[in-house]
């Protein structure tokens, strides 16, 4: 498959992390792949930026819009509003789960995966998270480790934005490497 044929999702909605949806964005869409913004509602989703506000951002497509099977990998940016609203979204965590199910990349920043643990794909895994996810993931099962990216089959989690270089590298190496037979729903 070459890179202009891998699409990738970014799920999110207001209150993400701006710069967590824009750095893994433009690093994906550098490499060459197509990069769809998806949310529970259409038109715009605004973003967080550290203590305010930030920008408003297109929406490519709504959950019910958008089929994981046509997808090769999802990106969940953080902020501390849009997993915590994306987490009580049932639609959202069914998206999530289905690429766990086929095998596919999922890189998490941040409090992002506060929707993963609700989606209930953390037990057993090897992850990171901003520190005041930690306690969550580990009480979801998660090992949790203090380092600015982890991996785990396909897995990729990173803490906060100061880890972006290296979360966006990982993500991207994953979704060269394709499906992986241990992730795991």
């Given at each position: 498959m070459s890179d202009e044929n891998v699409r990738v999702a970014i799920l999110a909605t207001d209150g993400f992390e701006e710069v967590e949806l824009t750095s893994p964005k433009k690093a994906l869409e550098d490499e060459g792949f197509q990069v769809e913004v998806v949310a529970p509602k259409s038109g715009t989703i605004r973003a967080w930026a550290e203590t305010d506000w930030g920008g408003d951002y297109p929406v490519d497509r709504t959950l019910g819009e958008a089929r994981p099977e046509e997808y090769d990998a999802l990106v969940l940016p953080g902020g501390v509003i849009n997993p915590d609203s994306l987490r009580t979204n049932e639609e959202a965590l069914t998206f999530v789960r289905a690429f766990f199910e086929a095998g596919k990349p999922v890189s998490a920043i941040c409090h992002a995966p506060w929707t993963l643990i609700s989606a209930g794909v953390?037990?057993?895994?090897?992850?990171?998270?901003?520190?005041?996810?930690?306690?969550?993931?580990?009480?979801?099962?998660?090992?949790?480790?203090?380092?600015e990216v982890v991996c785990e089959n396909a897995l990729v989690t990173s803490r906060t934005p100061k880890d972006l270089p290296a979360f966006n590298a990982k993500t991207i190496e994953e979704i060269h490497e394709g499906r992986h037979r241990k992730q795991h729903a």
């Open positions: 953390v037990d057993g895994r090897q992850m990171t998270s901003v520190a005041s996810v930690a306690q969550d993931l580990k009480n979801a099962g998660a090992l949790w480790e203090d380092s």
